[in-house]
């Protein structure tokens, strides 16, 4: 039998606004008059230090941690994709400049020049578009990581090149032309249809209904799919209710999978963890059930989490794992802020004259939505972050592991570390 499982992991949205009358104050700098394209290919052939690549992603890891920490006080289950905010705000962060790029640097843990952050963010994403190349889809398997990237600009609008030309080179973007001022909500339309497109329809409907406006002059998307399954998935027929303690030590009875396989683990004296490989084993999902959760999240850090990873071990794991579904939606621009990303959200505070060469820019809004379903065959998870610029115009051990309380989880790139995915289940009910 065919067993996969189609997963659309994230879709990230930029929407860049500024005024008609907005003007660089250097021509030379500026294509007046007609849209600033690049006709330079991406770099497909990156020489980036190892410690560069190394850099990104502890970088990326620490801002994963740290975000989470920001929004662990939601009540419930959650799931975001910190890899895909980072990679929308670093398209961002190309563009600031002055106290605004020191900020954005600070909080999205950039420790690297812009000169060397954007080569080694695409070097890290032609390495993730490498994944699943040696699955054999005859096996019955499959696993696919697509990433792809797309900028809509006003077609009289001014541009800095340079901007265009690194964004071109490092994510691969092109530009669209598109007319804001006479019909935005057309964009709208072409946009959520290339979203729909790129997630195989898992995502609809991105851009409410009014979410653009004539101001708007650059939309970048950046969208992730991912088409994975288990590398040991669960017989259907071991899956039976069993008990789940939910906060409070309140037990419900929920559909539990259960496998006896050979897994990378630890149990440790506050938690147990195992990872579980998608096909390919170069993707896996961590879980992380600690005893006490509230203590545990108040001390993880990227030092916790490294030290986790690194301590588990292969062995025979009796897992038992509830099925599993969350759903959250958040706005993250009071939460970056609080982070101290500040100017970048105030009207001419903001300096993002790396984009247009203007101080008319500002981030508006930053909104992330995300989903994830986990069964016997695998995993299905969708996400999307709208940010919004504006203008004010041997002898067999088997350890016997049962998830029956509140547990993290993570999506990882093994090779990388690189996290796709973060989160936590309360109620594996959703």
């Known amino acids: 039998m065919k067993c996969w499982i189609r997963i659309p992991l994230v879709v990230l949205l930029m929407v860049l606004a500024a005024g008609c009358a907005a003007k660089g104050p250097s021509r030379d700098a500026l294509v007046p008059g007609r849209v600033a394209a690049s006709d330079l290919p991406r770099q497909t052939e990156v020489q980036v230090a190892e410690e560069d690549l190394l850099a990104l992603v502890e970088g990326n890891t620490a801002f994963a941690l740290a975000l989470y920490d920001q929004l662990r006080a939601e009540d419930g289950n959650l799931i975001f994709s910190p890899h895909s905010i980072s990679l929308a705000l670093a398209m961002t962060f190309a563009g600031a400049r002055g106290n605004t790029e020191v900020q954005m640097a600070e909080v999205l843990r950039f420790d690297l020049s812009q000169e060397r952050l954007h080569p080694a963010w695409n070097a890290l994403d032609l390495e993730l578009a490498r994944r699943g190349e040696d699955v054999d889809p005859e096996e019955g398997t499959e696993f696919t990581l697509r990433l792809a990237n797309a900028l809509w600009g006003q077609h009289d609008y001014d541009f800095r090149q340079e901007y265009l030309d690194l964004l071109a080179q490092n994510y691969g973007t092109g530009l669209r032309l598109v007319d804001y001022t006479s019909d935005p909500d057309a964009v709208r339309l072409e946009i959520n249809r290339w979203v729909e497109e790129q997630t195989e329809d898992r995502i609809k409907d991105l851009l409410a209904e009014d979410s653009l406006d004539e101001l708007v002059r650059l ?58 490989p998608y096909v390919g084993n170069e993707v896996a999902m961590l879980v992380i059930m600690p005893d006490d959760l509230e203590a545990f999240e108040e001390s993880l850090d990227s030092a916790t989490l490294q030290r986790i990873v690194a301590d588990l071990e292969h062995g025979t794991v009796d897992l038992s794992l509830p099925r599993f579904r969350a759903e959250t939606s958040v706005a993250l621009a009071d939460i970056l802020e609080r982070m101290g990303m500040t100017d970048a959200f105030v009207y001419q505070t903001a300096d993002l004259s790396g984009m247009d060469g203007t101080r008319e820019l500002y981030i508006g809004a930053v909104q992330h939505q995300a989903f994830i379903a986990v069964d016997e065959e695998g995993t299905e998870a969708a996400a999307a972050t709208v940010v919004i610029v504006a203008t004010e115009s041997m002898p067999i051990d088997i350890v016997e592991i049962t998830i029956d309380r509140p547990f993290l989880f993570g999506i990882r790139d093994i090779e990388t570390g690189a996290i796709l995915f973060w989160g936590r289940i309360l109620d594996p009910r959703g």
């Open 219 to 276: 939309v970048l998307v950046n969208a992730i799919y991912m088409n994975a399954s288990w590398m040991m998935q669960f017989p259907e027929r071991l899956t039976q209710d069993a008990s789940f303690y939910l906060p409070g030590d309140v037990e419900v009875q929920v559909p539990t999978m259960r496998q006896t396989d050979r897994f990378r683990h630890t149990v440790a004296s506050d938690y147990a963890a195992v990872e579980l």
